[in-house]
């Protein structure tokens, strides 16, 4: 399953290393250096998942993630903080955001990630699919017709 994730972050280089774990197993779908301008590619990508940081310069990864599911309550959202995770828990949870994992522990990134996409994968065959269950199911329909 080739998962479309949006990466926000203000530091390029975050960015960069966040982008390059996430490419080798998904599709990095764009990123964006703010919550402001992550709300805007939400909109635009319609990603399925977004990885946000927590302290940005506009609106904070709180905020934006509020936004965003406002905006679309089914994409799981993730912040990615160098803060105290278990502090942020309830501010998180209360803005839609689905699991806050610590940059000091970056190696968990890609468990919750596999971990929430398993989630979604169960819970869209129980309930007769997901956006993304009907993205991958069409493609591997377009895959099977071109063998």
């Known amino acids: 399953m ?36 992550g709300v805007s590619e939400f909109r635009k990508l319609k990603p399925d998942m977004v990885l946000l940081d927590l302290a940005m310069p506009d609106i904070d990864g709180i905020e934006a993630g509020r936004q965003m599911h406002a905006i679309d309550p089914t994409v ?26 610590s940059k000091s522990e970056g190696w968990e990134l890609i468990k919750v990630i596999e971990e929430i996409a398993a989630e979604r994968e169960v819970s869209s065959n129980k309930s007769g699919g997901s956006r993304l269950a009907g993205r991958v199911h069409q493609q591997s329909k377009a895959a099977n017709r071109s063998r």
């Open 2 to 37: 080739s998962l479309r994730i949006l990466v926000v972050d203000d530091s390029k280089m975050t960015r960069r290393v966040i982008s390059g774990l996430v490419a080798s197993r998904w599709t990095v779908c764009g990123e964006a250096k703010d919550g402001r301008s």
């Open 76 to 101: 799981p959202l993730i912040l990615f903080t160098l803060m105290d995770p278990w502090g942020l828990q309830s501010a998180a949870h209360k803005a839609g955001i689905s699991r806050v994992v």
